[in-house]
């Protein structure tokens, strides 16, 4: 039945469900707690967008993500601008950090570029440790050898976790895993973004029990049983829980706390549930 729903419908649906069962705190009594560890297991987004790879390549001010933390109740969020150059993703990763050093967490975008070297850029960000990862998109630059290697290479050497849209490709992922195994790789959405295909999803678990530098990342992951089972067969330490937001469908707020309902709701420990939700990215990030 689920795969006659959208993503939002049944994202919708089941949040409605779960929000009469757990009371969530107005926004106006949120606000008023702190945020951070002293109220609960630490929440942090590891995948926010300062500019999206949609078509119309949304950007969202960090006042927008952070009031949308504070009401959703996430601690930290990790940011990264996409589909622009590394120089300008580091301009505005720097920025939204400068106003909230203590809310956002930075990743540089590596996008190759032919005239100038990004790899010096991003060598430049991550040596003052300012920046705490990096960003790959194979929408953006193929994921060839003589094009990602350089990135995976330097973050290794700096002890940060490429976070990498491969688009559901394996056997691509399945290299650059075998090929660089100092270096830490999140597989963004389990492998493919939405992806309904179990057997594809089952591949990059698969990865990940293969190689122990692989991580999953949860967001745009629906078949949500699948999170479940990535938990049976690799534990809760390697899979980090994203929003991929922000998004306005229907409103910031209600997108991201859906978001988190979806790990909430799982068949899952609390501290399985903290893992994903916060504690596998302080470890991985030294929060
Ligand atoms: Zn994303």
């Given at each position: 039945m689920r795969d006659n729903l959208t993503r939002r419908q049944f994202l919708g649906t089941a949040a409605a469900a779960s929000a009469a069962l757990t009371e969530i705190p107005a926004a106006s009594e949120q606000a008023e707690t702190p945020a951070g560890p002293t109220s609960g297991p630490r929440i942090v987004d590891s995948h926010v967008h300062l500019r999206h790879g949609n078509a119309a390549r949304t950007e969202y001010s960090p006042e927008t993500i952070v009031e949308t933390m504070d009401q959703v109740g996430i601690d930290q969020s990790v940011v990264f601008a996409i589909c622009t150059t590394t120089g300008h993703s580091i301009e505005m990763a720097e920025a939204a950090v400068k106003k909230y050093p203590d809310r956002l967490i930075p990743y540089v975008y590596a996008l190759p570029h032919y005239q100038r070297p990004v790899i010096k850029e991003i060598e430049g960000v991550?040596?003052?440790?300012?920046?705490?990862?990096?960003?790959?998109?194979?929408?953006?630059c193929t994921l060839a050898e003589y094009v990602v290697d350089p990135v995976l290479d330097t973050a290794g050497k700096h002890g940060v976790p490429c976070l990498i849209d491969c688009l559901g490709n394996y056997p691509v992922a399945r290299r650059m895993a075998q090929s660089f195994p100092k270096t830490k790789l999140i597989v963004a959405h389990m492998g493919r973004f939405l992806s309904k295909d179990k057997e594809l999803l089952d591949q990059f678990i698969g990865l990940a029990e293969e190689f122990s530098n692989v991580l999953l990342d949860l967001s745009g992951v629906v078949i949500v049983e699948k999170i479940e089972e990535a938990v049976q067969r690799i534990g809760s330490a390697r899979l980090l829980w994203g929003t991929d937001g922000p998004d306005k469908q229907p409103d910031t707020v209600t997108y991201a706390r859906n978001e988190l309902e979806k790990i909430r709701r799982l068949s899952l420990s609390e501290q399985d549930k903290a893992n994903i939700l916060g504690r596998t990215a302080c470890n991985l990030l030294g929060l």
């Open positions: 991550l040596s003052g440790g300012r920046f705490r990862g990096v960003k790959i998109h194979a929408g953006e």
